[in-house]
């Protein structure tokens, strides 16, 4: 009983951190994106999108790079889905609460089975984000190459195409972190204790992943991109 005590202090409360940062981090996103890694690629992305839309010569380098943008998220999402189906196995596999025997935590079966459906459900949420990343940079891919200056409809314009690729760009950064919050979930198997350590060391690695301070200072020198932040980040 005294282990199991463990397990329902360490692992809320290290889950509380890693969603409490990312509930500030998002606040930043949104409020202060030339503060934030996300916020910049999201400005760089949609200069890349108006240059590119500029020129037709540049379709097919356009196509190109989306083109890798749709391998890396369909290798992550097929690596998801194969881990699913690797925990769907160990956790309908019989005596799965006696693989490890030096667990300090709840040890019970009960408590394997949500461990391993807890990485079940990470993985899964993986696979979705980054099937949906697919599906913008394919459609992206299409209309990048339109000459919507010749065409001049209101539907299609460089500032839609940027939030296109924008859009895929997010859904990749979010089944990323997927598999990041599936290595805590990991590591609770063997316990709580190196669950919550790995929670702490997650945000302090995520800190200096997420956020910047050279691209801040250089814009609020000539105030190009600090002013309109939010509308570009869009």
């Not at 984000?129 to 314009?157: D, E, F, G, M, W």
């Not at 997420?210 to 600090?226: C, K």
Request: with cysteine; proline share 3%; glycine share 6%.
């Amino acid at each position: 009983m005294k282990e199991q005590v463990l397990d329902y202090i360490l692992v809320p409360f290290g889950l509380i951190i890693m969603v409490g940062y990312h509930g500030w981090l998002l606040h930043r996103i949104i409020n202060h994106p030339t503060k934030t890694i996300v916020g910049i690629h999201a400005i760089n992305r949609r200069l890349w999108v108006e240059a590119m839309m500029e020129d037709t010569k540049n379709g097919v380098l356009a196509v190109q790079t989306l083109r890798n943008n749709i391998m890396a998220s369909t290798l992550l999402a097929t690596t998801a889905i194969l881990l699913s189906s690797v925990i769907a196995v160990l956790m309908t596999s019989r005596g799965s609460g006696n693989m490890l025997g030096l667990v300090l935590g709840d040890e019970s079966p009960m408590g394997f089975s949500i461990k391993f459906f807890s990485i079940l459900v990470c993985f899964l949420l993986a696979f979705l984000l980054n099937v949906q990343s697919i599906r913008y940079y394919s459609h992206a891919s299409i209309l990048i190459n339109v000459p919507y200056k010749k065409i001049s409809s209101p539907c299609l314009t460089a500032d839609y195409v940027a939030r296109i690729v924008n859009r895929g760009g997010y859904f990749w950064s979010l089944g990323l972190r997927a598999f990041y919050f599936s290595f805590p979930l990991f590591l609770w198997v063997f316990g709580p204790i190196p669950m919550f350590c790995s929670c702490i060391a997650l945000v302090i690695l995520f800190f200096f992943l997420d956020f910047t301070v050279e691209f801040r200072a250089t814009n609020d020198g000539n105030g190009v991109l600090h002013n309109n932040d939010e509308e570009q980040a869009r």
